[in-house]
């Protein structure tokens, strides 16, 4: 659904106005919200939605309430929105966007072409976009959070955007609520650079003026991934080996110019045929697949998947795990592993990322929120099971550079389950799927 630029902003805004879950429609080219609810139809056995009308908004962004006396109220069948096909499908192109959907037809038991539609259907719907994870760890980059919390004013958006969208080390900023007004994940070479990269941004004009607290927290990513901005390869680029008497040999996070375009482009849509990338790159024949084979070859390319820019979320919150006690952690962390990989009854995994954190040492989780009180389920679920542990939850409230990963992972390649079998010694996953892309051996 295409949405006018004034519609989405006044309709972000409603969505943290309302204290429910609403939802936008495009009915004759014109824009209703409503506030939706789902329930269980025990007589025709499926899952439907009750849909309130609120109003509607016009093109120019203003939102028209409905007067009281025209709520109207409808259900809308999505018992065949997702269904174990759709899942499976969502799956395979989160773990290999470029596998063949005649591999998909096969295991789904359908045919090549209601493949081909359903990919097009999910692709619109959830608004998919293909993206090459990149291993940047050997580009010579490291993870870090700065989390901030600002003591009186706070600033615009727009002034926040202006000061953090020219920095190629920072992937993602999002204003939050709680602990934290704002928080910012970036890559940098060491700490010595965020130091840098903090001073500059606390001494820019726009934001020197507003009273601060500045923390910064070392991350390592255990699950999901943080798309990476287009603007990070400005970075890339310098790492581009070109011989000479200096340098008669590539550094070990050095690349060539085949590795870098590649990396550019598949960064932008892990989807483009390669021949597209010879023709654009005045590459030769074949180039450009031997250079993505020597780029998984040499780790630079962990898999292409997919993320989605609606999966349906009300909104994203993130929760923040302090580790008090090792010894009580040590006992619960077995289960606090199986915790971050439970199944989740959605298009989309329960967690979107998780990184381990140093000074505080603990754990720091982004989770798509879906219902009412999942939130508040997820903090009773770890004070209650973990031991050892202190826990603070924010609310995420708008995304002001880059972008967050929902997909379908299948958990059974994840690092926590290796950690379960090679640690723990649990029995392996059975059956697990070839995806042409992960190659993973269990050993006990």
Known sequence: METPAQVKKTFERLKLEYPYYISLAKINGKFYVYKSKSFWDKEAHRVRTEKTYLGRIDEQGTFIK????????????????????????????????????????????????????????????????????????????????????????????????????????????????????????????????????????????RLSRYKAVWNSVVLKSGYGYIPLRDKFFDLIEKKVWHRTKETPRPASDSITQREYILLRELNADGNIPFAEIEKKHNLGNGAARYTFDKLKEKGLISSETLTMSTCGARYNAAI???????????????????????????????FSFEGDTFSPDGSLFIIPIFKDGELEEEKEWLNQQIKGIKIKSMIFTKTILGELCYRKFDNNYSGQMHTLVSEYKEEPPKDMIDYQEFKISYKK
């Not at 929105?81 to 005649?102: G, T």
């Not at 010894?327 to 989740?344: G, L, N, Q, V």
């Open 66 to 205: 409905r007067k009281e006396y025209e709520e109207k109220v409808v259900q809308v069948d999505e018992s065949k929105e997702i269904d174990e096909i759709d899942n499976k499908i969502l799956m395979h192109l989160s773990m290999n966007c470029r596998i063949p959907l005649a591999i998909i037809a096969k295991r789904t038991g359908i045919s090549l072409q209601a493949v081909e539609r359903r990919k097009k259907s999910l692709e619109k719907r959830f608004g998919i976009r293909y993206f090459a994870s990149i291993n940047y760890t050997k580009l010579g980059f490291s993870e870090f959070v700065i989390l901030v919390k600002f003591l009186e004013d706070k600033p615009t958006n727009e002034e926040i955007e202006k000061v953090f969208e020219n920095e190629p080390r920072v992937q993602l900023v999002m204003t939050m609520q709680g602990e934290y007004d704002l928080f910012a994940y970036l890559l940098a070479e060491d700490a010595f650079v965020l130091d840098g990269i903090i001073y500059n941004i606390r001494k820019n004009e």
């Open 320 to 350: 923040e795990v302090d580790v008090l006690n090792m010894a009580e952690f040590i006992e619960d962390r077995r289960k606090f592993i199986r915790y971050i990989i439970k199944d989740y009854n959605e298009p989309v995994n329960r």
